[in-house]
């Protein structure tokens, strides 16, 4: 379960980030829908594996057998919580990916006439500069 609090919290860094880099979101709907499509589906996922596994499932093997019916149920609630957080994460994925390369920026570009004028000192240097300068 920490794996996906912490793809969350990444995930919600990235959409501000997008944000920061100055791009606009693709799909603001797509921004709400995805955590509440993602959340759960780890939820699901890792509630079918404790379930599975206090029913004695084998972890970490190849090719595991059924053994009855008894891990039916738990890893089916498995497949459906990889399904719906593949769902969530792949909304997340086109949503930053579009915003970030079809999207227009939300700012102007900077030209260089609206940069700060620093003011200058009588001598040429400015007051920044005279800070740095060593007394003679």
């Given at each position: 379960?920490?794996?996906?609090?912490?793809?969350?919290?990444?995930?919600?860094?990235?959409?501000?980030?997008?944000?920061?880099?100055?791009?606009s979101l693709y799909s603001q709907?797509?921004?709400?829908?995805?955590?509440?499509?993602f959340g759960?589906?780890?939820?699901?996922?890792?509630?079918g594996m404790a379930w599975a596994g206090a029913l004695g499932a084998p972890r970490k093997t190849f090719e595991a057998g059924v053994a009855g019916v008894s891990w039916l149920a738990p890893t089916n609630l498995l497949g459906a919580g990889?399904?719906?957080t593949a769902l969530g994460g792949s909304i997340f994925v086109f949503n930053v990916l579009v915003s970030l390369i079809i999207t227009s920026s939300t700012e102007a570009?900077?030209?260089?006439?609206?940069?700060?004028?620093?003011?200058?000192a009588p001598d040429g240097l400015s007051t920044e500069a005279r800070a740095f300068q060593s007394p003679e």
């Amino acid at each position: 379960m920490v794996v996906g609090g912490v793809t969350m919290a990444f995930m919600g860094l990235a959409y501000h980030l997008v944000k920061v880099v100055g791009r606009s979101l693709y799909s603001q709907t797509l921004a709400r829908v995805q955590p509440y499509l993602f959340g759960p589906g780890v939820l699901a996922l890792v509630a079918g594996m404790a379930w599975a596994g206090a029913l004695g499932a084998p972890r970490k093997t190849f090719e595991a057998g059924v053994a009855g019916v008894s891990w039916l149920a738990p890893t089916n609630l498995l497949g459906a919580g990889a399904v719906v957080t593949a769902l969530g994460g792949s909304i997340f994925v086109f949503n930053v990916l579009v915003s970030l390369i079809i999207t227009s920026s939300t700012e102007a570009p900077r030209r260089q006439s609206d940069a700060r004028q620093v003011p200058s000192a009588p001598d040429g240097l400015s007051t920044e500069a005279r800070a740095f300068q060593s007394p003679e």
